[in-house]
């Protein structure tokens, strides 16, 4: 079965400051990788995706993420973080090779991104 | 505006007075599910579907059910509310197979059972 790991629930950091928030997953076939983002009181916005190709996927406010297939790991990183930023992070997983059941995304517990002045 | 909707966006509600939350999409999607979200739990799946009149059960189904008579309208219904369904809920819906990588997520309704 599939699992997602963010063993980070919270990570502070200042302003300005680079940030990694790490992701970690397992299945034993191929998958499709996400970042979702969800600010305060707010639903879920993608972030962005890995489906195939190159491993380093940019996505929307200059987050990018790396898949690393054998770590098994997708991280995602900014190189400067803004207060905007401050949100909860949620990494998931979908399988990659066919439909129906496996539609269905299945998410760590997140990662809160506090970022202080 | 292609969009996921969900009513009502705040709901509380006594032990054992059924309610309903609704769904509704405009992209046209096969797709739809619904999810829980927890302190420390992330996203947990309660109900999916795959198209008009076909439903199954996701990860947490017990007291709940969905229904599916409609391509767009996906509720969520709970007969019998119990304080452990106190949570907030997203629905969300997608293309289905393979060509449904991306999920969009609907604004969330928070759910307190007192």
């Known amino acids: 079965a599939q699992s997602v790991t963010q063993l980070d629930s919270q990570v502070p950091v200042f302003e300005e400051a680079p940030v990694e928030l790490r992701c970690n997953y397992s299945?034993?076939?191929?998958?499709?990788l996400f970042w979702y983002v969800q600010y305060p009181n707010q639903g879920l916005q993608l972030l962005l995706k890995y489906l195939s190709g190159s491993t380093l996927v940019k996505g929307i406010n200059g987050f990018e993420a790396e898949f690393n297939k054998s770590q098994t790991s997708f991280h995602l990183r900014k190189p400067s973080v803004h207060i905007s930023d401050t949100a909860e992070y949620f990494c998931a997983v979908r399988l990659s090779n066919y439909g129906g059941a496996t539609n269905k995304l299945i998410f760590g517990t997140g990662t809160l991104l506090a970022v202080q002045p | 505006e292609a969009q996921v909707t969900q009513n009502p966006r705040y709901l509380i509600t006594v032990t054992g007075k059924k309610l309903t939350v609704t769904c509704s999409q405009n992209?046209?999607?096969?797709?739809m599910s619904w999810y829980r979200q927890d302190p420390g739990l992330g996203l947990r799946q309660i109900y999916y579907s795959m198209n008009v009149e076909v439903t199954d059960k996701g990860d947490v189904p017990e007291g709940y059910k969905v229904s599916r008579k409609e391509k767009r309208n996906f509720p969520l219904i709970l007969e019998s509310p119990s304080p452990n369904q106190t949570s907030l809920y997203f629905c969300a819906s997608s293309l289905e197979g393979t060509g449904g990588v991306e999920q969009y997520f609907g604004p969330g309704t928070r759910l307190t059972v007192t």
């Open positions: 299945s034993s076939v191929s998958v499709y």
């Open positions: 992209m046209n999607h096969e797709y």
